[in-house]
């Protein structure tokens, strides 16, 4: 497609689950024709450099650690306050040089976590899109706490919302289930909607037909469009050559490792677990996790990260090397694609949530904390592409019903209907984002009304 001189910021919020959605989603804009620059953060930049190969131009912004990043902040709240006032600075600096260097930039597309980028776009007249990572039920659920139309805390029965399913009070994001366990990120997400009326457009890392209630309820409200699933294009529709992998990894994976030992497990064998690149599991948590690998029989391919290796019980590796594999990091995507993979157990964070949808793959969900217990909600009972294991009183998943979910999935006849609604699922992503199908109508939709 000819360019049309059209340029647009990209700007996550700097974790991976924010990068990886937002520099494919520049992918599809670059594919459009569009000069799209992705803005990391200058420490980010340090760790992870971009590729010299890549049609997407680089940037960089302040947040205020730039020599080691959030690690370098003595809390959420100094890191986040540093954020919003060395980024907001750094942004406008950044647009002002790109505007002397006649790279003149036309809209931002930013991460809904960052509000004040919003305010810095009004300030040079710049067309806006706040894009959503997380699903519209866990931003319906925020929206209603943040307008105090939900209280917190919640009161101990159902909660009906618009376009949502009853939902128990476990089963909404644990920032608002237990107010009190992080109030900064509480407060981060709930602030999502501090400014976003006046934002020219809501993207949303879904595709229509995940969750058209909802989304039907949010359409009344703001201009939303549906842009996903933000997933490499050669596990979709194959249309952006060498689009394999995201591109940008904070940690590196044991590719080669990986793949080898599925290559030589049968067809439909093996558990894929994998808790993403945030969540810090619980030593017992680990231990349960290992006696139920280890009691099930099944093949196993378990990422635990080189920080909590040492929470593996002595001896774990070498008593279960005839039947599994224990990897600091692993090429995700790939696995998930791999034959011999049946199952996946994950901390359903959306990004790996939507892998797992767009690649067919069964889940047993284990969720840990933030939008993870509503994503769960719905693998199960309203996708019904998986099962959860439900934690215990003390928020521990029991290796007997982690070993009684594998079998159901992996064994059982609610493993069979699992198994015809993923294929759905995976059609359905697949044609949302292929020629002519709503997300990718939408995405041309953006950048023609950019263009004019």
Known sequence: M????VHVLVLPYPAQGHINPLLQ?????????????????VSLSKSVPADPKSSINFETISDGHDEVGYA?????????????TAGSKTLADLIKKLEDNGQPV??????????????????????TAAFFTQTCAVNSIYYHVYKGFLKIPLADSPISLPGLPLLQPKETPSFVYLPDSYPAFRELLLNQFCNVDQA????????????????????????VRTVGPTVPSMYLDK?????????????????SLCI?????????????????SWTEIDVEQVEEIASA?????????????EFEKEKLPSNFIDETSDNGLVVTWSPQLEVLAHESVACFVTHCGFNSVLEALSLGVPVVAAPQWTDQPTNAKFLEDVWGVGVRAHADEKGIVRRETLVSCLKEIMEGEKGKKIEENVIKWKNLAKEAIDDGGSSDKNIVEFVAELAR
């Open 260 to 276: 080898n030992w599925l290559n030589k497990q049968p067809k439909g064998s093996a558990v894929y677990v994998s808790f993403g």
């Open 200 to 223: 020219d457009w809501i993207l949303l890392n879904i595709f229509q037909k995940l969750e058209e209630d909802v989304l039907n309820w949010m359409e009344k409200i703001w201009r």
């Open 72 to 84: 370098g902040a003595e809390s959420h709240e100094v890191y986040l306050k540093k954020l919003r």
């Open 106 to 127: 036309q809209a931002i597309v930013y991460d809904s976590f960052l509000p004040w980028a919003l305010d810095v776009a009004k300030q040079f007249g710049l067309v």
């Open 293 to 305: 690998l280890k009691e099930s029989g099944f093949k196993f391919l378990w990422v635990v990260r």
């Open 2 to 5: 000819t360019s049309c001189k």
């Open 25 to 41: 989603f520049c992918k599809r804009l670059v594919a459009k024709g569009v000069k799209a620059t992705f803005v990391n953060t």
């Open 239 to 255: 249309r952006l050559e060498d689009d394999k992998s995201y591109g940008i990894n904070l940690f590196k994976p044991d590719s």
